[in-house]
């Protein structure tokens, strides 16, 4: 066997139209839509219904497609959970974050970076609900974090002492003193690794 000059031809230069998969003659077909996108052209044009909405249809394939534990859907249901807030229902938003907290811990496991996150942002959630509401909210919250990151985790420890401050002062704090507790509370969070 000898090397010939004319064993390694170069197949050809690729055109846009060989990448887009149509012909030369012919303009390439555009990319459909996310369902991403059109939810967050919604959500931006203030549209959260309908975003929900969307954010609803887009879950139901996903879960379909992937089932309950797989990231995609559990992100589909957080991006729920957000939009649910943003249409003024956040103790029904606060479910949907526990919900994709559990999630996050069964696929990920408790001491993963991103079921600590989700922790993290389910109780700043939590956080934002009026004090009768967040009182009544606590043990489901409480229980959850128990459940995924144990009972000394910074996030359940931060729940049980806004609780007993909840039940000391029920009435929503001063700005001043609102501002003193979420200080407090992010002096006790950990230091990122």
Same mark, same amino acid.
């Given at each position: 066997?000898?090397?010939?000059?004319?064993?390694?031809?170069?197949?050809?230069?690729?055109?846009?139209?060989?990448?887009?998969?149509?012909?030369?003659?012919?303009?390439?077909?555009?990319?459909?839509?996310?369902?991403?996108?059109?939810?967050?052209?919604?959500?931006?044009?203030?549209?959260?219904?309908? *975003? %929900?909405?969307?954010?609803?249809?887009?879950?139901?394939?996903?879960?379909? =497609? &992937? +089932?309950?534990?797989?990231? $995609? @859907?559990?992100?589909?249901?957080?991006?729920?959970?957000?939009?649910?807030?943003?249409?003024?229902?956040?103790?029904? *938003? %606060?479910?949907?974050?526990?919900?994709?907290?559990?999630?996050?811990?069964? =696929? &990920? +496991?408790?001491?993963?970076? $991103? @079921?600590?996150?989700?922790?993290?942002?389910?109780?700043?959630?939590?956080?934002?609900?009026?004090?009768?509401?967040?009182?009544?909210?606590?043990?489901?919250?409480?229980?959850?974090?128990?459940?995924?990151?144990?009972?000394?985790?910074?996030?359940?420890?931060?729940?049980?002492?806004?609780?007993?401050?909840?039940?000391?002062?029920?009435?929503?704090?001063?700005?001043?003193?609102?501002?003193?507790?979420?200080?407090?509370?992010?002096?006790?969070?950990?230091?990122?690794?």
């Amino acid at each position: 066997m000898t090397d010939s000059p004319d064993l390694y031809h170069p197949w050809g230069i690729a055109s846009p139209a060989f990448w887009t998969g149509s012909e030369p003659d012919q303009p390439p077909t555009p990319p459909a839509p996310s369902p991403l996108a059109a939810i967050q052209d919604a959500a931006a044009a203030g549209l959260h219904e309908k *975003a %929900l909405a969307l954010a609803e249809e887009l879950d139901a394939t996903t879960t379909a =497609l &992937h +089932g309950e534990i797989h990231l $995609d @859907t559990i992100q589909v249901r957080e991006v729920r959970g957000y939009l649910t807030d943003l249409t003024g229902r956040p103790a029904e *938003a %606060l479910d949907w974050y526990l919900h994709t907290l559990r999630l996050r811990a069964r =696929l &990920h +496991g408790p001491d993963s970076p $991103d @079921t600590e996150s989700a922790a993290r942002r389910t109780y700043s959630l939590w956080r934002t609900l009026p004090p009768l509401e967040a009182q009544d909210t606590a043990p489901a919250l409480l229980a959850a974090l128990t459940e995924t990151q144990g009972p000394d985790s910074p996030a359940a420890r931060w729940t049980r002492r806004r609780s007993a401050e909840l039940v000391v002062h029920p009435k929503e704090p001063p700005v001043g003193e609102r501002s003193e507790t979420i200080r407090r509370d992010a002096e006790a969070a950990p230091e990122p690794a």
